[in-house]
């Protein structure tokens, strides 16, 4: 079976690894619009702050190169989904199965001034080459996602002064609720970082390049702008061929990861799935998601039926050695009726856990990442609150588990 | 291939730590159980010591989860391993064990997890109780289901099933 991969990222990776671990004898085919190996993207922030060197980016790959054939630096210019082919560097290649793992891409915003040298997005490792050369000083980061933050951390570690500048009123809007968003802003402006809500960027001024940057209620100077203000999906090539495109904008696909077209499967950041937790259509911009989708698509590919039980966002970071992790859903998408909220802060911890119809919809933790795998797994596989206390009910794993502390108050 | 295990004989153990001990001072030249990669964790409601390892899962969620894909099944074996020089301790490996097994060793800021000492535990070697034993599945259940022969009937396994007269 002749099977093309588009995209070299881990979504086209891991699916390669499971077909070659599955079917011997499947001729696969990666092509890659960058000319460089396979990299880690979340490891791009501890590049940019030099911990990490830059071969380490570099991953290591387990596909036998005389079985995976791996084209760099060859963009698909075209899908023909009724002939079976693709055609990338003015070449046809034909495929039995084709799997589209193409990606996403950052925005900018339609502004005044992003087209200065200065701007800067956070994608590859070339965007990150050439933010080190520029050499910045003084910066501004737009939008404080994980990109965001994990940036304006390393920025700040190099010795820059860093601020950020967020739309919504809190930051990480998507990930934390406000209490341990406040939790995590402390956290950042007491190690210097400034961060500034509920405030739009409106341009970029300078002659030749980035002079400052002007927003609703102020003007900073600055030498050099981060935009981090979220993804858009490369659908360009799927929409061309006629595949269909869902409503939140990826290309839309089954629980076997198949698009609308019979011999096209798709996986990671480029796609719609639904949530493992509502059932509902989501995207689910995270390497693990990707890495998952990817198993699920290859194995349908080789005739397997294998079902995506859904994306569940994970997220865990580090700010100023502070773990902080989240987990679910939020306070503002889940429905109020019914709903319970449970927190506790100590010292140096915070927990919330939100329950609603005896199943755990979300968790999120600042200042301790301790036992929090076994609730993870109480939440993926729908485990009642008081099934729980049944499983664990001893008072010295009690004490273990930060979190149970926490839930105890729910028993009561 | 079949692979040996760790097997920890709850029933044996008496909680003194020296395996969490030998692990950190053989791992990380630290006398700090801390950085031991088996934790021995105390259930007072009811009164036993559990030790908590990684079990080498078949399909490892931690895995799935590393982002610098460093976390892989050895070659030939189903033992996970890591190759630490990508590890940028994130930690989500951390996150998804579901045993809690992942250990953040602090000096290196980087995640592990038990790797059997190539095959020869230094924690089986210095148990004082013999509670921890390496053996390969089939026989560790082979061993129980003695234990429980001799338990119930006075003989091994072996006897009772030619006093029943069927093969063993």
């Given amino acids: 079976m002749r099977i093309i991969i588009i995209g070299n990222g881990a979504a086209g990776n891991q699916a390669a690894q499971t077909i070659q671990d599955y079917d011997p004898e499947a001729e696969i085919t990666i092509l890659g619009a960058e000319s460089i190996p396979f990299y880690s993207a979340c490891a791009l922030p501890d590049y940019l702050a030099g911990w990490i060197k830059r071969d380490q980016l570099f991953l290591r790959s387990s596909l036998e190169r005389h079985r995976v054939e791996i084209r760099l630096g060859q963009a698909v210019e075209d899908i023909k989904p009724d002939r079976q082919a693709v055609s990338a560097g003015g070449e046809l290649l034909f495929y039995d199965r084709l799997i589209i793992a193409s990606g996403s891409r950052p925005v900018l915003p339609n502004i005044p001034g992003t087209g200065l040298p200065g701007n800067f997005v956070i994608k590859s490792v070339y965007d990150i080459d050439r933010i080190l050369s520029h050499n910045p000083r003084r910066i501004v980061v737009i939008g404080s996602g994980n990109i965001g933050i994990e940036a304006a951390e390393a920025l700040a570690s190099r010795g820059c002064q860093v601020s950020i500048i967020e739309m919504m009123p809190r930051i990480m809007p998507r990930l934390f609720d406000e209490q341990p968003a406040m939790l995590i802003r402390n956290i950042l402006e007491e190690n210097g970082i400034e961060i500034h809500t509920g405030e739009k960027a409106r341009e970029v001024i300078g002659k030749n390049k980035v002079e400052g940057l002007i927003t609703d209620c102020r003007r900073i100077s600055c030498d050099a702008v981060i935009w981090a203000a979220g993804v858009r999906q490369n659908t360009e090539l799927a929409r061309a061929a006629g595949i269909e495109i869902g409503g939140l904008g990826g290309i839309k696909v089954d629980s076997q990861m198949k698009t609308s077209h019979p011999a096209i499967y798709a996986c990671g950041d480029c796609i719609e799935t639904s949530d493992l937790l509502t059932g509902k259509p989501a995207l689910c911009l995270l390497w693990s998601c990707a890495k998952a989708q990817a198993e699920v698509a290859a194995r349908n590919c080789l005739g397997e039926e294998i079902v995506y039980p859904g994306a569940l966002k994970l997220i865990a970071e580090e700010a100023y050695g502070k773990p902080c992790m989240a987990a679910g859903l939020l306070e503002e998408e889940l429905d109020r009726t019914g709903l319970k909220i449970i927190e506790k802060e100590t010292e140096n911890t915070y927990h919330r856990i939100l329950i609603k119809n005896e199943r755990i919809m979300g968790i999120q933790a600042v200042g301790s990442m301790e036992a929090m795998g076994p609730l993870l797994y109480f939440m993926k596989k729908m485990i009642a609150p008081s099934e729980i206390k049944r499983i664990i009910n001893s008072p010295a794993l009690l004490k273990n588990m930060p979190w149970m502390l926490a839930i105890d108050k729910y028993w009561q | ?168």
Avoid at chain 2, 36 to 56: G, H, L, P
């Fill in chain 2, 1 to 168: 291939m079949k692979q040996k295990r760790l097997y920890h004989n709850t029933s044996l153990c008496d909680g003194c730590g020296l395996c969490q001990l030998v692990c950190a001072l053989e791992h990380c030249g630290q006398w700090n159980h801390y950085q031991s990669r088996i934790k021995i964790v105390n259930d007072m409601e009811r009164e036993a010591f559990y030790a908590v390892c990684c079990t080498q899962c078949e399909e490892a969620p931690c895995i799935l989860t590393c982002l610098m894909n460093t976390i892989y099944k050895q070659p030939g074996s189903d033992i996970t391993v890591r190759d630490l020089y990508h590890c940028i301790g994130c930690r989500a490996c951390e996150l998804a064990c579901p045993f809690d097994a992942a250990v953040f060793d602090v000096i290196q800021e980087k995640v592990v997890n038990c790797d059997l000492c190539g095959g020869r535990p230094l924690c089986v070697e210095y148990c004082p109780n013999h509670a921890l034993t390496y053996d390969y599945p089939g026989d560790q259940a082979d061993k129980k289901r003695n234990q429980a022969a001799l338990q119930r009937f006075g003989t091994s396994l072996l006897e009772v099933f030619k006093f029943s007269g069927k093969e063993a």
